[in-house]
Every structure is written in structure tokens, then in C-alpha cells.
């Protein structure tokens, strides 16, 4: 700048190219602050403890392994017996011999707890990092997240003639606004069907809900069903996505 | 755009319904231009003429975040499936970092005003590396071209400078990707915005965006 001033005083009519720089900085203005707080890119999570689920696209028939020719283990709606989407849970996935991808999945079946699916019957993944656990012994129901318990609540659950079963099952949907009382203000559809009640008319699936006879909780009264006091359903829904696996022991 | 091929996007019309915000405050601009010749009409208006600058930048925005919200669950989704490898592999994972971050944003600054984040269905798109790469090219155009076409749009300096530096990384995506692709990283001296009708067009041919049905049936279970 001080070479530019000399040179002006020394009578240069063209400003120097340094003058002009300079003049131009001054005369723009500082760029404004973004709003956006964009920070440190943000790393995928360690998966465990997370779970997968899909939507089914359309009917599809499960297979025994990853293969066309493979045998029937289940065919499977593209709707619950209430109307909702249904799902799986997706366990592994392989290629056939011609390159078609399949998906490998717990099934809401009583014949066959997992199966091969095309993965084109499927729709798109999502992830859960819910698992539920009821405990038929001790007649209480544990939600964990992450691995870390985050709601526990006694239960009722089938009676002698009408087991609840156990083993490996998952949340299949959860219906609200239903007319009734005796399921409570909340139910969850489960993939876990009664070993007992087979002619039942939607295929005796076990739902978690509540209930209008809250003085029977805990204890071993229900046809299959897990039933909680209203006031523990009402916490359950606020925590429990669709897909949540569910271990019943 | 010439990549553009994404035969499956946007089931359930997210993607539109943000763009159809943004159509409906056209009609805004069109009441304020109707009104600037008269001085003293324009003084009245002037509080709801900004509070409309205010909610049209709200919904550019949240076009963004939906864009975002949909660039970071396919990245997230093809390192989840881990079928990528090599120099495929670090640009996925580098730039699904981006987009989170870009997604944990647009959130943070929108508050309770954020869109509800859709929920997507890549079919095939993040089960292998071939299709992985085809479909974020065409991602990283599209989402070059759309900052493009809603930034001049933008009324506070303050969200187009934010705009502006992710529209700049979005550039550097789509070239990584473009040559990872065997694509020229640059296809010209111009590059176009993308309208809201070409935007509107692509998102008619998209599936990617999806939902799953609920009712109020009754429940059938054992009780």
C-alpha cells in the first residue's frame, strides 16, 4: 500500500495494480455467517445390538434355501390379518446360481420360524435398536435399547390350555384407535402364533396389549396374549418400534 | 443429468410434497409483487412479506434436508449391507459422513419445524457395488443441480451461505463419484440448475421414498 500511495503522489494517472487489489478488498464486504451448523462428519454407529426388518411388496412364498427350486416353507400375505403391512426380519442374504438375491428371514409362520425370500418381494430396509424380552416365568416384560433394560412391567399371559409360546418372534404392527375395551387403548401385533388355538380365525397370532381387568396382572389368565396394565401399555408405545425382536422364554 | 436413471424413487410422494411447498409460496410471491407499486400498501404488508420470506426459506430448506435425509440412508444403508470394497468402499463411507452431518444440520437449525424423515426403499440400488455406483451418481447430480435451482431462491444471506458450502461439497461428491465410475468428473464449462419441473419429472419416476399402511381395524389376536 505504501509503494501504491508513493506512486500516486508521484503523479501516475493509472492506479497500480496493488492500489486496485487493495481498493477492491476494502470495498467488499465480510461473507455472512452461515446458519447451518454443519460439524464433524458423522460415523455409522457400531450395529450392535440393532436389528433389521423389511416390508413385504407383495405375497411371496418362502423357501428352504436361497433357490426358485427350493421347497415351500410358508407362503406369506402381503397384509396382517389386521390390514397393516407385514413384515420380517431380515437375518442373512445370499446369491442363487443365476445372481438373484435373496434374503434370509424370521417368518410370521408357525411352520417354519425362518425362511428364504426373494429380496425383491421385499421392501426397504430399517433398523431397530429395541429388543423385548418376557420372561413367562417370572411373569414380567423387559424393553431394552442398546442392550440397556429401559422399561419393565409385570405381565399376564396364557393360561395352562392356551399357552403363551415361546422362542424367537418379532413385532409385527401396532393398532391404535381400535373400538374395544378389552384390548386397552394400544395393541401390538406379533409374529408368535398359539400352538393351541390353530383354527383360530386370523390364525391365532399373539398380540401385546392392555386390558379392562387390570386386577389380573400379573398372572396366568390370557388365551396367548401378553397382557399389561393400561398405564404400562401407554409407556410401551412411546418406546417400541415396529420390528423389535421379541424373545419369550 | 444425463445419469439421472432412477426408476425407483419416491413411493409415497415425500419428495413432491416438499416441492409442492415450495410451488405453494409462489403464489406469495406473486401477492407481493402484485402489491410493490403501492408504497403505502407495501409498508403494511411488509411484516407478513418477510414472515412469507421466512416460511418459503423454512420449506427450501426442508426440500434440503428431505434430499439429504435421503442421500444418508442410501449411504448408510449400502456400508450396513458391506458390499463394497476398495476405493468404492472409503467413498461411501466418507460421504455418508457428509450427509449425516448435513441431515444433523438442517435438523438442528429447523428444529420442530424439520419434515418428518420419510422412510425409503433402495430395492437393489445399495445390494451391490455396480448398482451402488450408478444410482450415487445420479444422486450427487441431482443433488448439485436441485442447491443450484433453490439457492438464488433463498432470501436469508445467512441459509444461502450454508447452502452454498454444502452445494460446493455435493460438487466434490459427484465428481469422486463420477470417477470412480470411469465418468468425466466434469461434464462441461455450464453446469444447469435443475428446475421444479425436472426435479418434479424424476421424482414421477421414483420409488425410493416409501411407507408402510396402517389401520384402525380392530385387533384378531388371541387375547
Not at chain 1, 447451518?36 to 460439524?39: D, R
Not at chain 1, 428352504?64 to 426358485?68: E, G, I, M, T
Not at chain 1, 381387568?213 to 396367548?224: D, F, N, T
Given at each position: 500500500m505504501a509503494a501504491a500511495a508513493g506512486a500516486a503522489a508521484c503523479g501516475g494517472s493509472e492506479p497500480t495494480p496493488r492500489a486496485a487489489v487493495g481498493d477492491l478488498v476494502g470495498a467488499v464486504p465480510a461473507p455472512p455467517h452461515p446458519a447451518?451448523?454443519?460439524?464433524a462428519p458423522v460415523a455409522l454407529g457400531r450395529d450392535r445390538d440393532s436389528t433389521r426388518w423389511a416390508p413385504l411388496r407383495r405375497a411371496v412364498v418362502a423357501r428352504?434355501?436361497?433357490?426358485?427350486d427350493a421347497p415351500s416353507v410358508s407362503a406369506l400375505a402381503a397384509?396382517?390379518?389386521?390390514g397393516t403391512t407385514n413384515l420380517v426380519l431380515v437375518l442373512a442374504r445370499a446369491r442363487d446360481a443365476r445372481g438373484g438375491l435373496w434374503i434370509r428371514a424370521r417368518l410370521p409362520s408357525r411352520r417354519a420360524a425362518t425362511g428364504w425370500l426373494p429380496r425383491a418381494a421385499l421392501g426397504g430396509y430399517r433398523v431397530v435398536h429395541t429388543r423385548l424380552v418376557v420372561d413367562r416365568g417370572r411373569l414380567r416384560m423387559t424393553l431394552l435399547r442398546r442392550g440397556r433394560a429401559v422399561l419393565r412391567a409385570p405381565i399376564a399371559i396364557g393360561r395352562a390350555g392356551t399357552p403363551t409360546p415361546a422362542g424367537s418372534f418379532y413385532v409385527r404392527d401396532r393398532l391404535t384407535r381400535?373400538?374395544?375395551?378389552?384390548?386397552?387403548p394400544i395393541a401390538f401385533g406379533t409374529s408368535a402364533q398359539s400352538a393351541t388355538l390353530t383354527?383360530?380365525?386370523?390364525?391365532?397370532f399373539v398380540g401385546i396389549h392392555g386390558t379392562d381387568?387390570?386386577?389380573?396382572?400379573?398372572?396366568?389368565?390370557?388365551?396367548?396374549c401378553i397382557r399389561l396394565r393400561n398405564v404400562d401399555i401407554l409407556r410401551l408405545v412411546r418406546l417400541l418400534p415396529v420390528g423389535t425382536p421379541l424373545q419369550i422364554t | 443429468m444425463d445419469d439421472l436413471r432412477l426408476e425407483h424413487l419416491d413411493r409415497d410422494g415425500a419428495l413432491a410434497e416438499a416441492i409442492a411447498a415450495l410451488h405453494g409460496h409462489t403464489r406469495t410471491d406473486l401477492l407481493r409483487g402484485a402489491v410493490a407499486g403501492s408504497a403505502a400498501l407495501l409498508a403494511v404488508c411488509a411484516a407478513p412479506a418477510r414472515a412469507a420470506a421466512r416460511d418459503r426459506d423454512v420449506a427450501i430448506l426442508n426440500f434440503a434436508l428431505t434430499l439429504e435425509e435421503l442421500q444418508a440412508a442410501f449411504y448408510t444403508e449400502v456400508e450396513r449391507n458391506k458390499v463394497l470394497r476398495g476405493d468404492l468402499r472409503e467413498q461411501a463411507t466418507v460421504v455418508g459422513g457428509h450427509e449425516r452431518a448435513h441431515v444433523r444440520a438442517f435438523r438442528e437449525v429447523l428444529g420442530s419445524r424439520a419434515a418428518k424423515r420419510p422412510r425409503f426403499d433402495f430395492g437393489g440400488a445399495t445390494e451391490g457395488s455396480g448398482a451402488f455406483r450408478r444410482t450415487a451418481v445420479a444422486f450427487e447430480d441431482l443433488a448439485v443441480a436441485a442447491y443450484k435451482g433453490q439457492a438464488p431462491r433463498i432470501r436469508s444471506r445467512e441459509y444461502l451461505a450454508s447452502a452454498l458450502a454444502i452445494h460446493s461439497v455435493e460438487a466434490r461428491h459427484a465428481a469422486w463419484i463420477r470417477r470412480l465410475a470411469?465418468?468425466?468428473?466434469?461434464?462441461?464449462p455450464f453446469d444447469d440448475a435443475l428446475t421444479r419441473r425436472e426435479t418434479s419429472r424424476i421424482v414421477a419416476r421414483t420409488q425410493f421414498i416409501s411407507t408402510t399402511s396402517t389401520t384402525r381395524r380392530s385387533p384378531r389376536f388371541t387375547g
Open positions: 447451518l451448523p454443519i460439524g428352504a434355501r436361497p433357490s426358485p397384509r396382517t390379518p389386521e381400535f373400538a374395544g375395551r378389552a384390548y386397552g383354527d383360530w380365525p386370523a390364525g391365532g381387568q387390570p386386577e389380573l396382572i400379573p398372572g396366568r389368565v390370557s388365551h396367548g | 470411469g465418468k468425466s468428473p466434469v461434464t462441461g
